[in-house]
C-alpha cells in the first residue's frame, strides 16, 4: 500500500493508504476526496480531477499525451508546470508519502 496525501486549496488535507496500479483519480474517489470530481470517468475528457505533482514526480514519469495537455490548457484556469489529470497517474510505490496539491478552481 502507498500513502499519499492530498492538499485542498484551504490548505486542509486528506490523507489515504492507496493501492498500487490505481489511478490517482480512484484513489481520490474511492477515498472521499473533495475536489476531485472526475465527470468524464477517467477518460481525460474534462479535467474535473486536476492536479499539482511534486516536480521529482512530475519529472519521473511519462510526459502526458497530447490530449491531456489539451484538456490541462483549455478547461484548467490554475495550471502549473506539475500539473497533471489524476486519471493519467497511475500509483507506483516509489509515490509513496506524495503529496498532491488540487487547484482551487
Do not use: W
Not at 55 to 65: G, I, M, N, S, T
Not at 80 to 96: A, G, K, T, W, Y
Amino acid at each position: 500500500m502507498t500513502i499519499i496525501t492530498f492538499v485542498q486549496p484551504s490548505g486542509s488535507k486528506a490523507t489515504v493508504e492507496v493501492t498500487e496500479g490505481l489511478s490517482l483519480m480512484e484513489a481520490a474517489l474511492h477515498n472521499g476526496v473533495e475536489g476531485i470530481l472526475a465527470e468524464c470517468n477517467g477518460a481525460a475528457a474534462c479535467a474535473t480531477c486536476h492536479v499539482v505533482l511534486p516536480k521529482e514526480v512530475y519529472d519521473r514519469l511519462d510526459a502526458p499525451e497530447d490530449h491531456e495537455e489539451d484538456m490541462l490548457d483549455f478547461t484548467t484556469a490554475d495550471r502549473q508546470p506539475c500539473s497533471r489529470l489524476s486519471c493519467q497517474v497511475s500509483i507506483s510505490e516509489d509515490m509513496n508519502g506524495m503529496v498532491v496539491h488540487i487547484p482551487g478552481e
